[in-house]
């Protein structure tokens, strides 16, 4: 069995002697984490006021305003990856581990990618506004879980791959150490999905973007609430033709994802390139100013090493699960019998979704209807299959060039951040101008709208896939003098295929999710439309229809998981099995 190791095994260090003494880098330390604590204080000290309060203040275009704004933007993305994560290794860990819930929870999340925010929005709203009633708090909650669905999704499909394609040599050394299920989590899964999940995490920030302007204006009935944030500012000067607003909006994106790039992500990449898997000496790191400052500083390191000691201990535990998870070892449950008794178990329960969601909708929609729903849904579908490919064609090669340079991947790091965070619906109104003043078919020059912001997923896995290719397979394609299409096709596209799928499988599923606002797209007074399902649940979500806001999730869900289980599930298989690095 070769010998694998993460880059970080074989890095030591000694300890400098001058570390007992305070340094500069300890004061900026130290005013970095209590300048956070004092805005994350600033910006949720509204979030207890009763409602009737915040309504009396409506959404100013001043841009003196802007700051306070997209702190409380800021506050809800932060909120959301955090849940997101939790999320992600809690779900993502259960799907790759046990085959009876991949069974189910792969369904699931092709299915929860699929329904819209509006969707989620339309019924959850209510729940999180009874958890306090007449606070704040419980719109900012609902807005805060609209963003999570728009950025978990991806996020859990990453660490999903990761862990299908962990390498059987890695998995035997874990056994060979007789890591119980805790540990091997802590110290072998986690950090060998890190550089791809990192990757994933500034996707879905950014991603969160596009949905902002939705999950910050929370409609109850007849009545709509308006969040101080961005994505209402946004929102607000689009209604009103502001340009100069629309503008500042974008300078304050633009500000912010500079911000939170070198204080959070940047030294988010550089520390998970120490997970990178090699079998020899790698390119050399990618660097962050600020994780080298907070290593320099000696004094607010020993302060917070108690933290770091107490998150490695509780890693080290040797705790076993009470109970075995099924189609694991029990032989019990890894019969033959069992397996169809859960088969049919899950046909059940589906079977009695499918009739409830059926009984509902026939309360106001005929069969004819239903039938029309399907036609334009395979619209959409075509759109998305079209677009889907051609942002391939383009981004795939972009992204391997990207991924293979480390010092173009950090240079580039906030630019494709910036685009990915840009909310497309910015750029709504300027299509709506040109397709009208050109006299363009609303139908065909509408649908690049839907790729606008779910293109990048295939762009930053694609960069994760060949950021983290080991080194010695591209020694070995270079002793073997592989050139030109024999390295593309043998070497570099076999190797980012699994971390492509991922990100073609979301992308696609964030299409779908984007048709409800791009096949609808208004300037002023102006409206176009595209034939297509998106339209028909954005039309029937403003006219609180319910009954037809089901009927057409529900038939978005299946065409999203016919597609992905006609074409994206068996090449994410044949990666998880031909294409993993042993």
Request: proline letters at 6%; glycine letters at 6%.
């Amino acid at each position: 069995m070769s010998v694998m190791f993460f880059q970080s095994a074989a890095v030591t260090t000694t300890r400098d002697p001058r570390r007992s003494f305070v340094t500069p880098f300890d004061l900026f330390a130290f005013l970095l984490v209590f300048g956070m604590f004092a805005l994350f204080t600033q910006g949720t000290q509204q979030t207890l006021i009763p409602i009737s309060e915040m309504e009396q203040a409506p959404i100013s275009l001043s841009p003196w305003d802007l700051p306070e704004y997209a702190l409380r933007t800021t506050l809800r993305m932060l909120a959301a990856i955090v849940a997101s994560l939790v999320f992600t290794f809690i779900y993502g860990a259960l799907a790759a581990k046990s085959r009876r819930a991949e069974m189910v929870l792969i369904p699931v999340l092709d299915i929860l990618q699929s329904v819209p925010v509006l969707g989620f929005l339309s019924f959850t709203v209510l729940f999180f506004m009874n958890l306090f009633p007449g606070k704040v708090i419980g719109v900012e909650m609902a807005a805060v879980f609209a963003i999570f669905t728009s950025q978990a999704w991806n996020m859990t499909f990453s660490f999903y791959q990761s862990l299908k394609t962990l390498p059987r040599d890695l998995v035997e050394v874990s056994r060979g150490f007789r890591l119980t299920g805790w540990q091997r989590f802590w110290r072998l899964e986690v950090p060998f999905s890190m550089p791809g999940l990192v990757w994933n995490t500034m996707m879905s920030m950014s991603g969160g973007w596009f949905f902002v302007v939705a999950s910050e204006a929370i409609s109850v009935g007849n009545t709509t609430i308006t969040l101080p944030g961005i994505g209402a500012y946004v929102s607000t000067a689009i209604a009103e033709r502001n340009l100069t607003a629309v503008a500042w909006s974008v300078g304050a994106m633009l500000v912010i994802i500079l911000i939170y790039d070198q204080l959070l992500f940047r030294p988010l990449v550089a520390w998970a390139d120490r997970f990178r898997f090699e079998q020899s000496a790698g390119a050399p790191p990618p660097r962050s100013w600020v994780l080298d400052m907070v290593k320099r500083a000696h004094l607010f390191r020993l302060l917070l090493s108690p933290v770091g000691g107490l998150f490695r201990g509780l890693a080290a535990l040797p705790l076993r699960l009470p109970v075995r998870l099924p189609g694991q070892v029990n032989a019990a449950w890894s019969s033959r019998p069992m397996d169809h008794a859960w088969l049919v178990m899950v046909v059940a329960m589906a079977v009695y979704g499918v009739w409830l969601i059926v009984s509902f909708v026939a309360t106001e929609v005929g069969l004819a209807e239903v039938g029309h729903v399907f036609w334009l849904g395979f619209l959409t579908l075509i759109r998305v299959a079209v677009l889907i490919a051609l942002a391939s064609l383009i981004w795939v090669p972009v992204g391997v060039w990207i991924g293979l340079r480390p010092k173009v991947a950090n240079a580039l790091q906030p630019v494709a951040q910036f685009l990915a965070a840009f909310p497309a619906n910015i750029v709504f109104p300027f299509a709506v101008v040109v397709i009208v003043r050109l006299g363009l078919d609303p139908n065909i020059w509408l649908s690049p709208l839907m790729v606008l912001g779910t293109q990048w997923y295939i762009l930053f896995n694609v960069i994760a896939g060949a950021s983290a290719f080991p080194n010695d397979m591209k020694e070995a394609a270079s002793s073997f003098h592989l050139r030109g299409a024999q390295w593309w096709f043998k070497v570099i596209l076999p190797g980012v295929f699994p971390y492509y799928v991922t990100g073609a499988l979301t992308a696609s599923g964030g299409s779908w999710n984007a048709s409800i606002v791009a096949e609808v797209a208004s300037w002023g007074s102006t409206t176009l439309r595209a034939e297509g399902l998106g339209s028909y649940i954005a039309d029937a979500t403003t006219a609180a229809d319910y009954p037809r806001i089901t009927l057409g999730i529900a038939v978005m869900s299946l065409y999203v998981i016919a597609f992905n289980r006609t074409l994206w599930r068996p090449l994410f298989d044949f990666a998880a099995k031909r294409l993993r690095l042993d």
